[in-house]
């Protein structure tokens, strides 16, 4: 196995241009969490890259694009959804409100509640991000044969169902 990797390793150098670094991995990209963290990295830059333009970060897009399939949700079901605090939800509620993207209306049914609606702004800044969105994800699945992305997606489930 240390023989695989090694061989595995030199390989890799040859065929990557991010080895021009003078830092020495010393085995450190053998782990599979290493991996995972420098994949995100390079999908995260391509992502703000991307999206610059439309001045979303990630979760504004994911919040805004949650509202707008489920209208009228609640920011306490938009951040269990996507395992985040109360408080940075509403951080991103707020600035989504702010830039007139979505509004708040208190619920009919529970005056307690509020609930979360897209504008007609919020429709077409969500239709451009989905656009932009396709193209970020063709360039991150462009790298992959079908089958691969298939084993990628299952991978990635079982680690996240975990």
Same mark, same amino acid.
């Given at each position: 196995?240390?023989?695989?990797?090694?061989?595995?390793?030199?390989?890799?150098?040859?065929?990557?241009?991010?080895?021009?670094?003078?830092?020495?991995?010393?085995g450190v /990209?053998?782990f599979?969490?290493? #991996?995972? @963290?420098? =994949?995100?990295?390079?999908? !995260?830059?391509?992502?703000?890259?991307?999206? +610059?333009?439309?001045?979303?970060?990630?979760?504004q897009?994911?919040?805004l694009w949650?509202?707008?399939?489920?209208?009228?949700?609640?920011?306490?079901?938009l951040?269990?959804?996507?395992?985040?605090?109360r408080?940075?939800?509403?951080?991103?509620?707020?600035?989504l409100? /702010?830039?007139?993207?979505i509004? #708040?209306? @208190?619920? =009919?049914?529970d005056?307690? !509640?509020q609930?979360?609606?897209?504008?007609? +702004?919020g429709?077409?800044?969500?239709?451009?991000?989905?656009?932009?969105?396709?193209?970020?994800e063709?360039?991150?699945?462009?790298?992959?044969?079908?089958?691969?992305m298939?084993?990628?997606?299952d991978?990635?489930?079982?680690?996240y169902?975990?």
């Amino acid at each position: 196995m240390l023989m695989r990797n090694a061989t595995v390793r030199r390989e890799r150098k040859a065929a990557t241009p991010q080895n021009k670094s003078s830092v020495d991995r010393a085995g450190v /990209d053998d782990f599979i969490g290493y #991996r995972i @963290r420098t =994949a995100y990295v390079a999908v !995260r830059r391509h992502f703000d890259e991307s999206m +610059k333009h439309l001045d979303l970060t990630k979760k504004q897009t994911s919040v805004l694009w949650l509202i707008g399939a489920n209208s009228g949700v609640s920011q306490i079901a938009l951040a269990n959804e996507l395992g985040m605090d109360r408080a940075s939800m509403m951080a991103i509620v707020d600035r989504l409100q /702010d830039r007139g993207l979505i509004v #708040r209306k @208190r619920s =009919a049914s529970d005056g307690r !509640r509020q609930e979360l609606y897209v504008t007609a +702004k919020g429709r077409k800044v969500l239709d451009k991000a989905k656009t932009v969105l396709a193209a970020h994800e063709k360039w991150i699945t462009g790298r992959f044969s079908t089958r691969e992305m298939n084993a990628l997606m299952d991978a990635l489930q079982r680690i996240y169902a975990a």
